[in-house]
């Protein structure tokens, strides 16, 4: 807590900590160990992982297999290919467009409409969760039901609101039916879309927000609580020029369920809140 607060924001804070669960003995009593491990990169060796699963799950039924499969398979990887270089060239008004209109997988079926994100184009701050739920692919805005009420919160108690310096994006844009965890063939369909919205936003800090979302961005790299708490990075750029640092932590909708984990998405904010110090530092540092 920052002494320099005036004590009605003080006051503000501690009625939104306990609205989130959280009390007096679940702050941090020391600072995280940001920067003391080596930091860990993960994006694009493990984004394999994904892409094979996602190759595992599309795989013919036996049966159905017949002599053309790998040209199949080839001209299916060069249609992949080309239409992700497309996407990473689009502007912001385009990606809305194509995403509107996107197509590439199973979830456009029974979408509403697709939910691109919303938020600061040029936000420090970049979350991700999982997918529109039934509320979001109503209105068309990620995270509007009972679990971005709590990312609402969550925001609030480190001193952040919605579309101030934050954007909230998914990893699948259109809702998966009854609300099931999106399959690794719908988020590497729609891995150019959020690839393409790191680029343009540039963010500072990604809050990975449970484990689809580490799934999609990093791939099938372990259970979430082994990826909490570790220094991690996203590469984006040509070579994985930009290393973006992510902080994983848990999805508000499963904390609505398990109330004691509250105590350890703070301390992930919390951490959250020190990386980006040190980004916000490091970028200031004369050279
Ligand atoms: N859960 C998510 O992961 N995203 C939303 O937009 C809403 C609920």
Not at 71 to 78: H, L, Q
Request: aromatic share 4%; hydrophobic share 40%.
């Amino acid at each position: 807590m920052n002494a320099s607060q005036p004590p009605d924001s003080r006051w503000q804070r501690a009625q939104l900590l306990r609205e989130m669960g959280f009390s007096p003995q679940w702050r941090l009593r020391q600072q995280p160990a940001v920067g003391r491990q080596p930091s860990v990169v993960l994006a694009d060796a493990t984004r394999a992982g994904l892409h094979q699963q996602a190759v595992e799950q599309a795989r013919p039924l036996p049966g159905g297999a017949s002599a053309d499969v790998p040209s199949a398979a080839r001209t299916e990887r060069t249609e992949r290919t080309e239409r992700a270089e497309q996407i990473a060239r689009l502007g912001w008004d385009e990606l809305a467009e194509s995403v509107a209109a996107c197509r590439a997988c199973g979830l456009c079926e029974q979408r509403r409409q697709a939910v691109l994100g919303v938020g600061d184009h040029g936000a420090d701050w970049l979350f991700i969760g999982e997918g529109p739920g039934a509320e979001e692919d109503a209105r068309g805005e990620p995270f509007v039901g009972p679990a971005g009420k709590l990312l609402d919160a969550m925001l609030a108690a480190i001193d952040l609101r919605r579309g101030a310096d934050v954007y909230i994006a998914n990893a699948v844009k259109c809702r998966p039916p009854s609300n099931r965890t999106p399959e690794a063939v719908e988020m590497v369909a729609c891995a150019p879309y959020l690839r393409r919205q790191i680029e343009l936003i540039q963010p500072r800090l990604i809050v990975l927000l449970g484990r689809a979302a580490a799934h999609a961005l990093l791939g099938d790299v372990g259970s979430l609580a082994s990826l909490r708490g570790r220094p991690l990075e996203y590469r984006e750029g040509a070579g994985g020029r930009v290393a973006i640092p992510v902080v994983v932590t848990y999805h508000p909708a499963y904390l609505l369920r398990t109330l004691p984990d509250k105590a350890k998405a703070w301390e992930d904010l919390c951490r959250a809140r020190t990386v980006m110090r040190m980004a916000k530092g490091a970028a200031t540092r004369p050279a």
